[in-house]
């Protein structure tokens, strides 16, 4: 690992220093050893303590800042948000590896698989207005169309029924 340090209106002490790479050292599980590019930047201004730290790490950077009264808090701080930022990155990469077919698998599995029969599919049809008549009109109204069925309101009941011509020449008639 390589660290580097910038201080901001105070010194970089070896005690912060030796602080920052003990945290690290704790972490170094996350990183597997690869290696890192630490920028450490620390500033005190009106009493707060300001920690940030940039990690250069598999092609991506990782970022956290923490302010707190304390430098060695605001420094564990955003060292905890590093190993939280680089276990996440990781998983990423772990699950994404993962998750990957080989393409020999894929193309094998579209050989295999014909294309499925889709069962039967609604159509929506024109609008039917639905009109009062007796059963009587309706069939004579049935004659004339070439449709199969008529939808209309029986003057008599005031419901709605439907009248069909059936395969022996008769009409069939649906009242719910």
């Known amino acids: 690992m390589k660290f580097e340090y910038s201080g901001r209106h105070l010194e970089v002490t070896p005690a912060l220093k030796a602080h920052v790479e003990d945290h690290f050292a704790k972490i170094d599980h996350v990183f597997n050893g690869k290696p890192i590019k630490a920028h450490v930047i620390i500033e005190v201004e009106r009493g707060r303590h300001r920690a940030e730290i940039i990690v250069n790490w598999r092609n991506d950077s990782l970022t956290a800042t923490s302010t707190s009264p304390d430098m060695y808090r ?28 080989k393409a020999a698998a894929v193309i094998q599995k579209a050989e295999d698989v014909s294309p499925a029969p889709s069962g039967p599919r609604i159509i929506e049809a024109r609008r039917y207005g639905v009109k009062p008549m007796t059963a009587e009109e309706a069939a004579l109204r049935l004659q004339d169309e070439e449709n199969q069925f008529l939808i209309f309101r029986n003057s008599e009941t005031e419901r709605v029924a439907v009248i069909y011509k059936r395969r022996d020449g008769n009409y069939g008639l649906i009242q719910p």
């Not at 420094?75 to 990469?93: F, G, M, T």
């Open 74 to 101: 605001s420094l564990s701080d955003s060292i905890s948000k590093i190993e939280k930022q680089a276990l996440k990155l990781k998983n990423k990469v772990i699950d994404r590896s993962h998750k990957a077919k």
